[in-house]
């Protein structure tokens, strides 16, 4: 079953600006990452950020976490074309017997105009 | 080095034909996992192998999947007797302990 959900379940806008990608999940977490899909293939993966941290940063890429309202968000700054993809938050499962496995969001497909 | 590689990348069958879905995973991750995706049910968990452990089967859908890792390395996902429902993209990924998941191209099944 699909425990996340994402917001918007797509985003249009032009090269240059800035996009926002939100996840929400329903269980404890050990960790939340974020992917990258083209063409319905091969997942990318962007970033992981731990459950005890708020704001993480790679490149263009900030995502910020609030464990108490159970949600992500992904912000891609000064976008470009290639950046056109679906976006996918996951997450690993604090505890239990299955820690390894990931849940996915529905994903945001992103699309950036040149 | 080498990502995760995987075999076929298309495969088309007949309904109640048997498939065998190859993975081989980055060399020294010692966990393994099988998604599909389908456009009705989104990225779904199969199965997760880790290192000597028992597999975690909770995700496979029925017992016509099986899921073997041999040696630690390859692993074989198994669909008999398939059904159209079985179309979807099989997605296989490996990782070191706790670390982030390095996902394969991905086999696209489609039953007629």
């Known amino acids: 079953s699909q425990q996340g959900e994402e917001d918007p379940q797509a985003l249009s806008i032009q090269e240059g600006e800035n996009a926002t990608m939100n996840c929400s999940y329903k269980?404890?977490?050990?960790?939340l990452q974020w992917y990258r899909q083209n063409s319905g293939r091969g997942l990318v993966h962007l970033i992981l950020i731990r459950s005890n941290e708020r704001e993480k940063h790679s490149g263009r890429l900030r995502v910020t976490l609030d464990t108490s309202k159970k949600s992500s968000s992904l912000l891609i700054t000064a976008s470009r074309a290639a950046d056109t993809a679906s976006y996918f938050c996951?997450?690993?499962?604090?505890?239990?017997?299955?820690?390894?496995?990931?849940?996915f969001g529905q994903g945001t497909i992103l699309t950036v105009h040149p | 080095g080498a990502g995760v590689s995987q075999s076929p990348s298309n495969k088309v069958t007949e309904k109640g034909k048997d498939v065998e879905l190859r993975c081989d995973p980055i060399?020294?991750?010692?966990?393994l996992y099988w998604y599909r995706q389908s456009l009705g049910q989104g990225l779904e968990f199969l199965i997760y192998f880790q290192g000597n452990s028992a597999p975690d089967k909770s995700g496979l859908p029925s017992d016509r999947f099986s899921a073997e890792r041999t040696g630690g390395s390859v692993s074989t996902l198994t669909i008999q007797r398939t059904q159209q429902e079985d179309s979807a993209v099989y997605l296989c990924a490996s990782s070191s302990q706790s670390r982030p998941q390095y996902f394969g191209p991905g086999t696209r099944l489609t039953v007629l």
């Open positions: 060399s020294g991750h010692t966990a």
């Open positions: 996951a997450t690993r499962d604090a505890g239990g017997t299955s820690y390894g496995k990931l849940t």
């Open positions: 269980t404890s977490i050990n960790n």
